[in-house]
């Protein structure tokens, strides 16, 4: 799944639960901010004040295809 401004939002912490931690290290919660579902990712980031939802949208991708944080924040751990 690559995520972009359309995904809804309910639909991407349903399949990448792993983002929440993302969100969260960017002071941006999915759960507050987003209001009355179902909402687009671009409405939520709007609502909630990010300003460079592109760069915002990247970072969950890499989250999710590269399993790491952006700007050097860590690795997720892995479970076997």
């Not at 799944?1 to 349903?14: F, G, N, S, W």
């Not at 671009?42 to 991708?61: H, K, P, Q, R, S």
Request: a negative charge.
């Amino acid at each position: 799944m690559t995520i972009t401004p359309d995904t809804q939002v309910e639909a991407l912490l349903e399949q990448h639960p792993e983002t929440v931690r993302y969100f969260i290290l960017n002071n941006v919660s999915p759960f507050s901010c987003a209001g009355a579902y179902p909402k687009t990712l671009g409405e939520m980031l709007t609502a909630c004040g990010v300003d460079d939802v592109a760069e915002f949208i990247a970072g969950l991708n890499a989250v999710i295809h590269e399993n790491t944080l952006p700007d050097n924040r860590g690795v997720f751990p892995t479970t076997e």
